[in-house]
Each structure stands twice: as structure tokens, then as C-alpha cells.
Antibody, heavy 118, light 113 residues
């Protein structure tokens, strides 16, 4: 059974860069059909798509976050990562790593809460 | 402001049917066959219920169905059960300024009366 697990800091200071990693187990990240990505959800609010990457490094990003987001992939470790710069309180959210096919997310990590505070 | 518009709430009694709408544009819902619906219970990760407008993943009851007319997609839950009470989100493949991405709706809280 495919499993995705997020890891990274739960607390980030304003203006700093968030770095999260997703470790995939139970399947290979190099499977050609799939994209690997990130979705976030501020407390009490709705879902926001951040972006995706495939095994070859092709990326797609949210237009509203494009200037601050980088998603990368490490096929040797079966991991992919998110970097989000210039963090503010508005970026406080649960961050989910995901597997996507044809713009549909069929696997989700359990989510990790990231709080932006000094 | 979400790119796709959903009603904030919907409700129905056990056994009834309820539909949730999701309105977009020709640059997302109306232009691509990649509309999805997710169910989210409190404190849990979302679960895929419908993909490619009307297809159900393995294990999703056939009480859940999806459709689309023009720029509006709909999720219908038939034979409502208590465990269907949850938040529901739609999403769609979208293209703007020649850049592909995914957009979500703002979510609908479904209450089983």
C-alpha cells in the first residue's frame, strides 16, 4: 500500500523559508503516470493546491504562489520536497504531500501543521 | 477567494439525495474532463470520491456520483447516511496564461439531519 509521510519543522519564523520533505513508501516515485505534489489547508479553511513535480523534474505551480515556491525530487531516496520562501502568518496551514494523476489526488499524506510565528 | 464556487453548506435527511454544485469557467471545469471531488472528515486528510468528472475510485460507494453541465460540476450523494456528514471539495485542471495548474473550490459542509 502506497504511503506518503511529510517531515519538517512545525514552526517557522516570519520572512524565513519553509522546507518540507515527503517520503514515499510502498511504491516508486519514478512511475511515469504520476505527479507528486503539495496541498495546504489553513486552520478552519479550505484546500489550496501548491504545485506538483514528476519523476523527470517537470513542475507545475499555483499562479498565486509561483514566485515563492520550488518543488524538487530525489528519485534515489524516493522523496520530493517543498520550499516556500518569505513565509508570513498567512502561510500557517496543514501541508499535505500528495500523489496526483490527471489533476486528481488519489493519495494523501497525513499532513503536517506549519505555524509561522516569531 | 477560491477559483471554483461551491455553496458553503448543504443538508439532507438520512435516505434522501443531495447535490452539491461547483461552478468555474471554460478555462477549468468547462474546458477539461479533469474534475474531482473529495470528502474530508474533521482532522483527517481528504479522500478522493470522484475523478474525471464522473468516475469512482475502487471502494467508493455507488451512492456517490458526479456530473457536469457546461462550467458547473455536481456531486450527488444518494441514500444519505450519517457517515456522509463531512466537508466536500471540488477541484479541476485549469489553464491560465498558458500555465497549467489545479484549482479547488471553497468547500461545502454537508450536514445529515
Amino acid at each position: 500500500q502506497l504511503q506518503l509521510q511529510e517531515s519538517g519543522p512545525g514552526l517557522v519564523k516570519p520572512s524565513e523559508t519553509l522546507s518540507l520533505t515527503c517520503t514515499v513508501s510502498g511504491g516508486s516515485i519514478t512511475t511515469t503516470n504520476y505527479y507528486w505534489g503539495w496541498v495546504r489547508q489553513p486552520p478552519g479553511k479550505g484546500l489550496e493546491w501548491i504545485g506538483t513535480i514528476n519523476y523527470s523534474g517537470r513542475t507545475y505551480y499555483s499562479p498565486s504562489l509561483r514566485s515563492r515556491v520550488t518543488i524538487s525530487i530525489d528519485t534515489s531516496r524516493n522523496q520530493f520536497s517543498l520550499k516556500l520562501t518569505s513565509m508570513t502568518a498567512a502561510d500557517t496551514a496543514v501541508y499535505y504531500c500528495t500523489r496526483e494523476e490527471h489533476s486528481s489526488v488519489d493519495y494523501w499524506g497525513q499532513g503536517t501543521l506549519v505555524t509561522v510565528s516569531s | 477567494q477560491s477559483a471554483l464556487t461551491q455553496p458553503p453548506s448543504a443538508s439532507g435527511s438520512p435516505g434522501q439525495s443531495v447535490s452539491i454544485s461547483c461552478t468555474g469557467t471554460s478555462s477549468d471545469i468547462g474546458g477539461y474532463n479533469y474534475v474531482s471531488w473529495y470528502q474530508q472528515h474533521p482532522g483527517k486528510a481528504p479522500k478522493l470520491m470522484i475523478y474525471e468528472v464522473s468516475k469512482r475510485p475502487s471502494g467508493v460507494p455507488d451512492r456517490f456520483s458526479g456530473s457536469r453541465s457546461g462550467n458547473t460540476a455536481s456531486l450527488t450523494v444518494s441514500g444519505l447516511q450519517a457517515e456522509d456528514e463531512a466537508d466536500y471539495y471540488c477541484s479541476s485542471h485549469a489553464v491560465s496564461n498558458n500555465l497549467a495548474h489545479v484549482v479547488f473550490g471553497g468547500g461545502t459542509k454537508l450536514t445529515v439531519l
